[in-house]
């Protein structure tokens, strides 16, 4: 028994003498080092850089092309006069280079709308960046208010195994000068040796835990630190209105975002109608050299420039295809986000509730916690003078244990409630 004794003792020493980790700080990790995180980011600077004029198609495109040519040839021509030329091993040698000109002027204004769908693919970069920093951060404030909730069990487990040793000690004291019956002491050991074990548990319970806090600040998820006793929780919170939630919430401007570049896709499938005109213009020079054939020189620079017209007339159907196909995917994103607006209304609405009544079982359990404690002083006092029971003050224990669990249970749902409120109106992180 002394030796599980110290070996619970070497757990918890090991377990809360390690580094100091405030919530605030675990936040600051998160967002530093969160994979997920890290992810969004880039895939937000990516849709930054691709907005622009040049990749919609707006701006001409301008090449320099150069070529080097050389040859030996065996060469016969046989001319209608009866000549004939022959030459062999003739060598031949031409060079040319050119800049180019290509810029369309007229797509049916598809590139001005792929602009527009840049400038909205880059606000839905922005808001998936802010949606998962929101989850993140929900995510590791409640993971780091699991850890102190586990902490605080163990606390709560170990008041009992206070108390259990106690009685367990007291009732040793009382058997050996016969005052109380043996049975009380064993009660009172097996008591004692159940607390033992929950403590035990509670702490195969709170490394889980630091695994999972760890694993969103992307750190050693063996790792253990040291955490706050307990944590700020807000009780007067305010509902935002449902309809500022469009506002708001990120997912929902994800959603919002995604029907709109749907939109201008779909606009864009149907500018495919309408002909292409296109500026072409070019500086060339040419140089050719042989030895055979009727011109033995040759060399050619200077401007050229023309437009082109690509009318499309018919293609197997394809152009209305695509413009169908286009329509009906913007219509489908379209009904996608009024249910996503159902939903997060939904979900807001069953957080806040939750969080009120998460405020009432706090205030409950505050106020319970201190008859609670009292009872089990009186009990422990009526014991010791030989007026409680044993049964009784073993009750009076577990009801205080048990209200220690419930108190901080309150807390902890509490936060979780508090932190799931904010995420749904994005006040998580500015």
């Keep these: 028994m002394k030796r ?7 757990l918890h020493s090991f377990a809360y003498a390690q580094e100091l980790l405030t919530l605030d700080m675990a936040i600051e990790r998160a967002l530093q080092h969160n994979f997920d995180i890290r992810i969004a980011r880039t895939d937000a600077k990516q849709a930054e850089v ?9 701006l001409p495109n301008l090449d320099l092309r150069g070529g080097l040519n050389t040859a030996s040839q065996n060469v016969r021509n046989e001319f209608i006069d009866g000549r004939v030329q022959q030459v062999s091993n003739a060598p031949s040698f031409g060079y040319n280079g050119s800049v180019n000109l290509n810029w369309t002027l007229f797509d049916g204004g598809r590139m001005f709308l792929l602009k527009k769908q840049l400038n909205v693919l880059e606000l839905a970069g922005e808001a998936q960046l802010k949606e998962r920093v929101q989850s993140v951060v929900s995510q590791t404030i409640q993971a780091y208010a699991q850890v102190v909730w586990q902490r605080q069990q163990g606390i709560a487990i170990d008041t009992g195994l206070v108390l259990a040793r106690t009685r367990m000690e007291l009732s040793l004291l009382k058997y050996k000068t016969g005052t109380s019956a043996k049975v009380d002491y064993l009660q009172a050991q097996v008591d004692y040796n159940s607390r033992q074990s929950d403590s035990m548990r509670q702490l195969a319970a709170l490394n889980a835990s630091f695994a999972t806090l760890n694993m969103l600040m992307g750190g050693d998820a063996d790792y253990i630190y040291t955490v706050q006793d307990s944590l700020a929780i807000d009780t007067s919170l305010l509902p935002e209105h449902a309809e500022l939630l469009e506002n708001i919430n990120p997912s929902l401007s994800i959603a919002r975002y995604n029907a709109e570049a749907s939109q201008l896709n779909a606009r864009m499938a149907k500018a495919n109608y ?6 072409n213009g070019a500086y060339a020079y040419n140089n050719t050299q042989s030895q055979s ?4 020189f040759s060399q050619s620079y200077g401007p050229s420039a023309g437009l082109t017209l690509n009318m ?6 394809n152009v209305r295809r695509e413009a169908k196909i286009a329509s009906l ?8 986000y009024e249910r996503q607006g159902t939903e997060i209304s939904r979900q807001y609405r069953t957080a806040w509730r939750d969080y009120q009544v998460s405020v009432g079982a706090y205030d409950l359990e505050r106020r ?6 009292e009872n089990v002083f009186i009990q422990k006092e ?11 003050t073993r009750e009076a224990e577990n009801s205080y244990v048990q209200a220690l669990v419930r108190y901080y249970t309150a807390i902890y749902n509490l936060k979780v409630n508090e932190t799931r409120v904010l995420e749904l109106e994005g006040a998580l992180v500015k």
Excluded at 4 to 10: Q, R
Excluded at 50 to 58: F, H, Q, V, W, Y
Excluded at 312 to 317: D, I, K
Excluded at 368 to 373: D, L, N, Q, T, V
């Design 4 to 10: 599980i004794a110290i070996l619970i003792a070497m």
């Design 50 to 58: 691709n907005n622009t004029a040049g990749n919609a198609g707006m």
């Design 274 to 279: 309408f002909p292409v005109i296109a500026l």
């Design 293 to 296: 054939g009727f011109i033995a």
């Design 312 to 317: 499309p007339l018919f293609r197997g159907g």
């Design 329 to 336: 995917q913007a219509v489908r994103d379209q009904l996608l």
């Design 368 to 373: 319970s916690i201190e008859a609670a404690k």
């Design 382 to 392: 009526r014991f010791k003078a030989g007026i409680a029971t044993t049964l009784e």
